[in-house]
């Protein structure tokens, strides 16, 4: 892990009396949570000025270690959050909480519901919540949540909590770039066999089956390990590779959540036996990729008038692949124009 630079200030999380125009990083850097506030919502809009003030942060990110919770709606992840949170901050740790939220496809509004549950936790200064809403969006909710949790990092929290709505491919792109995945199921709904065929396995780094003393819990349990073990023994892991383990908790009753710490300690430390660079490296990669598609589909094809010259060539009776390939050919020969239309 890095180690903090001299002159490194931990802010606790505590406001700071910074006045408001001071430069957002040096308020960020005192303690500012109305900066951090601020630099988050910059990030989901993607304006450029979250760009801007990273730069001046990036040093500073790396520390935070990111927890990642999945699974179906009804799995009690939000309340699993909550109470993993208290526990937490018996460490007296700093804790940040990032709610992914469902929105409407609509009206855009978010349900944050996250937050009514986690009511206890918002009287806590040592932690730090705030709701994402999707917004319909994929693509750019991944780097929105990754850059969320890059300002908390930088902030000076010490471990974050990512939380999604659900287990489709933009929550499996955000849990991704977390360092430890928890993946939430809970008994007497099917989640044995959704596992399955959704592929969970291959995303969770723990798998929690919640609600443990609900009937169907014991045998949920027995199903996921005997998952794990068919899936470890029909691919070839590499010698010291992790061990998914199953762990049963009662996050509403807060029981079992000392099994639950003790798992995510023991992949952290299993990472962090030369493994972590290397698998952070492979995130960070990801991310820039996600990013680099988000700007380039809206400056040649949102924005651009790479939609409308592929509109034309369809309209002139071009099958879809030959449009494809003419486009393509297009970009990569540079005969495109900032806003994808062909260069005079």
């Known amino acids: ?40 919502t910059w990030a989901e809009n993607a304006d450029a000025r979250f760009a801007d003030v990273m730069r001046a942060l990036h040093p500073r990110v790396g520390r935070a270690w990111r927890v990642g919770v999945t699974g179906p709606p009804g799995a009690g992840k939000s309340t699993l959050v909550n109470e993993f949170a208290r526990y937490e901050r018996a460490t007296k740790r700093s804790l940040g909480i990032l709610a992914v939220d469902p929105s409407s496809p609509f009206t855009g509004g978010a349900l944050l519901g996250d937050r009514i549950r ?76 959704q596992a399955m065929k959704a592929g969970i396995l291959e995303v969770a780094d723990v798998l929690v089956v919640n609600k443990a003393d609900l009937a169907g819990a014991d045998r949920l349990v027995l199903d996921l390990e005997e998952a794990v073990h068919i899936r470890e023994h029909t691919k070839k892991r590499p010698d010291g590779a992790w061990s998914v383990p199953v762990v049963a908790v009662s996050a509403g009753k807060g029981e079992h959540l000392d099994l639950l710490a003790g798992h995510v300690a023991r992949h952290r430390a299993w990472l962090e036996e030369g493994r972590l660079a290397a698998v952070r490296r492979s995130k960070r990669l990801a991310h820039v990729r996600q990013v680099v598609e988000e700007r380039l589909d809206e400056a040649l094809w949102t924005r651009g008038g790479l939609a409308e010259r592929a509109g034309a060539l369809l309209d002139g009776g071009r099958a879809p692949y030959d449009v494809v390939e003419t486009l393509v050919a297009a970009i990569l020969a540079g005969d495109v124009s900032s806003r994808g239309a062909p260069k005079p």
Do not use: N
Request: charged letters at 20%.
């Open 118 to 193: 986690m009511e206890e936790r918002t009287t806590d200064p040592g932690i730090y919540i705030r709701s994402m809403a999707s917004r319909g969006s994929h693509g750019g909710l991944a780097r929105a949540a990754v850059d969320a949790c890059d300002a908390m990092d930088a902030f000076g929290i010490e471990e974050i909590l990512l939380e999604t709505v659900g287990v489709g491919q933009a929550e499996y792109d955000i849990v991704a770039a977390t360092d430890t995945v928890l993946v939430v199921l809970c008994p007497g709904a099917g989640d044995g066999i």
């Open 1 to 40: 892990m890095r180690s903090e630079p001299v002159g490194w200030y931990h802010p606790g999380l505590v406001t700071s009396p910074q006045p408001p125009q001071a430069p957002l990083a040096e308020r960020l850097l005192a303690g500012d949570k109305g900066a951090l506030a601020r630099l988050i």
